[in-house]
């Protein structure tokens, strides 16, 4: 799988010839000027939950692109009344097979309301599973123990998870999260665009290193092959 980072919890993952882009938050991202949020493809997007944060570019990027958007009812449905037809709502514990593979759309443990002040449904995260490998994107959560369900229902490659804290997860957390989820290879996200979420870097992959773990930085705009 290649995975690009393009800053805050905007990734996307090439996926048995599909793009999967997730949480699209670029054009209002300091931190990703020099990220050109059009030449960004996907087939899919995938929204966590309904915070700025993660949907600033949905609207733009569906309607360029023509993608689905995968997210819950309430933020699909917000979606669909901007004039994006595409779309497939789930909610908790709900699985679908698309061409690329299985999402499972889990519980994350934060809030969620859409930029307008719609309510957004329940946050949530994915579980991802294909014969090209699978992985977990966690939305922003805090630890929570229903990750060790994620744990217990297949082998992951790899897991995106928040590692900021303030507003999710922290380090510590995180770290904890990966046990839960029995996976040690894990990306971290949502760090550093805010001042309130800003991180030692070093400090941070040293400390997933203490306990046999690895923690990837992806530079924004930057592929790597997981
Ligand atoms: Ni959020
Ligand atoms: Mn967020």
């Known amino acids: ?45 995938l929204v966590s939950h309904g915070h700025e944060d993660h949907v600033a570019d949905a609207e733009a990027i569906a309607k360029r692109t023509g993608a689905t958007i995968i997210s819950n009812f309430e933020i699909v449905s917000w979606f669909q009344g901007k004039g994006i037809e595409k779309g497939h709502p789930m909610n908790f514990g709900g699985s679908w097979n698309f061409n690329f593979g299985k999402v499972k759309y889990v519980k994350a443990d934060h809030s969620s309301v859409l930029p307008d002040g719609t309510y957004g449904g329940n946050p949530g995260g994915f579980i991802v599973t294909s014969d090209e490998g699978n992985f977990y994107y966690a939305g922003d959560t805090a630890l929570h123990l229903d990750m060790k369900l994620t744990g217990e229902y297949q082998k992951l490659d790899f897991a995106v998870l928040p590692i900021g804290d303030n507003f999710t997860m922290g380090i510590e957390d995180a770290i904890i999260a990966s046990d839960f989820i029995k996976c040690d290879k894990i990306i971290g996200v949502h760090y550093d665009t805010f001042p309130y979420i800003e991180i030692n870097h070093e400090e941070a992959k040293r400390k997933f290193a203490e306990k046999g773990k690895e923690l990837i930085l992806v530079e924004i705009g930057q592929t790597i092959n997981i």
Request: proline share 4%; net charge neutral.
């Open 1 to 45: 799988m290649k995975f690009t980072f393009y800053g805050h919890a905007c990734f996307s993952i090439h996926l048995k010839g599909e793009n999967l882009l997730f949480d699209p938050f670029i054009t209002p991202n300091g931190k990703a000027k020099h990220v050109d949020v059009n030449a960004i493809s996907s087939d899919y997007i």
